[in-house]
């Protein structure tokens, strides 16, 4: 199988993706600037995944910004590249909004430099990592593709950017596209060997549970129960890492049996939101421990509600999550318990 390149291969969702990808057995390079990574999970996933697949994972330690780095990693494997998983990128919305022009160098920047390095090593085909959070603040559910993208901050600014870029290569050079939008990824590979590793307090909902389970954080903190949901929590469409993961597997697989110029942008969730309290009382029935909680007012931002249709996903890829919340619950929680300090 011909090589690919897989930036930010060493984050939460690369590190899943990396493992799902050995065990298909395609040969892989990873660039990775280790930003907000470690390469610890790299060492994790080649314990997880086949004998012999170190034979077939290259780590470059370098910014897809950076014309040499991305040159290195194009010449990393002995045949050519043909196809790229795009990771590498920044991901908090608070800081977008603090920082919008690291923002736009990182995700928008980033994203022109590796569409560079393509065209000059001849490689037309990526996997792109979008957010849901590009439909900014919608009130019509399930949200559908095709539905208008008005984002609201830099984070999903720089993400929609990056979507036209590529979808503009599609149609000035045929090239082959998949805009991946993620909801709202958690858990954990079931080995509890790799998995989040936020850097100091979570700013998600989900590590945030399980540090409070672990006795790192003392109570959870609610944001907001008057939302117009069901019990006034904010509702997301939660999915396990290791679908996402296996979704980028058969994405790859779609677009390198497609010959002619192919644009796809998909929603990955399960196409059911679950409000803050049914997280936390799944979490409580997967693992047996109380979380303690205090409902404290809404958090600037938060949108009250997101739900994606999961049919183009399923219709195209014949691509669907799998894993219950629970077992998101019980995963994540496998690693937090084996790794109270992440990969620190
Ligand atoms: N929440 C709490 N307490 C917390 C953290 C979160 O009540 O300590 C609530 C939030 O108010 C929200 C829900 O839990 O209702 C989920 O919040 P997260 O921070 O876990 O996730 P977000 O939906 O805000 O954002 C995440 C990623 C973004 C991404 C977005 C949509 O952080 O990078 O999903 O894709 F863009």
Redesign the pocket.
């Known amino acids: 199988m011909a090589p690919l390149l897989i930036t930010g291969g060493a984050g939460f969702i690369g590190s899943h993706t990396v493992l799902v990808l050995l065990e298909a057995g395609h040969e892989l390079v990873v660039l990775d600037n280790f930003a907000n990574s470690s390469p610890l999970a790299l060492d994790r996933v080649l314990e997880l995944a086949p004998a012999g697949a170190d034979q077939r994972l290259h780590v470059i330690d370098g910014d897809v910004r950076c014309a040499e780095d991305l040159d290195r990693a194009f010449a990393a494997a002995a045949a050519p590249i043909t196809g790229v998983v795009h990771f590498a990128g920044r991901?908090?919305?608070r800081e977008s909004v603090e920082q919008p022009l690291l923002y736009w160098d990182v995700n928008l920047g980033g994203t022109r430099s590796l569409a560079d390095a393509m065209a000059r090593h001849g490689c037309e085909l990526v996997v792109f990592s979008s957010?849901?959070?590009v439909y900014g603040e919608p009130e019509v559910f399930p949200l559908v593709e095709t539905m208008p993208t008005p984002p609201v901050h830099p984070?999903?600014q720089t993400k929609l950017a990056a979507e036209q870029l590529l979808a503009a290569m599609v149609r000035s050079r045929g090239w082959r596209v998949a805009a991946l939008r993620?909801?709202?990824p958690v858990g954990a590979h079931p080995s509890g060997r790799i998995g989040e590793d936020p850097d100091g307090i979570?700013?998600?909902?989900?590590p945030?549970i399980t540090q409070v389970a672990a006795g790192r954080l003392e109570r959870?903190?609610?944001?907001?129960d008057d939302y117009p949901t069901a019990d006034g929590?904010?509702?997301?469409d939660y999915l396990h890492v290791m679908d996402l993961a296996e979704a980028h597997a058969v994405a790859l697989d779609y677009l390198l049996q497609r010959a002619e110029a192919t644009q796809i942008t998909l929603n990955l969730g399960t196409g059911r939101a679950r409000s803050?309290l049914e997280v936390v009382q799944a979490f409580e029935r997967a693992t047996g421990i109380p979380i303690p909680y205090d409902v404290l007012p809404?958090?600037a931002g938060?949108v009250p509600k997101?739900e994606a249709s999961v049919q183009a996903a399923a219709q195209l890829l014949g691509w669907q999550a799998s894993r219950s919340l629970e077992q998101m619950c019980s995963d994540g929680w496998a690693w937090q318990r084996a790794n109270p300090n992440g990969y620190r």
Request: hydrophobic content about 40%; overall charge positive.
């Open positions: 991901k908090a919305v957010t849901a959070t984070y999903a993620y909801f709202n979570p700013n998600n909902l989900f945030y959870l903190r609610v944001f907001g929590t904010g509702e997301r803050v809404r958090r938060d997101l």
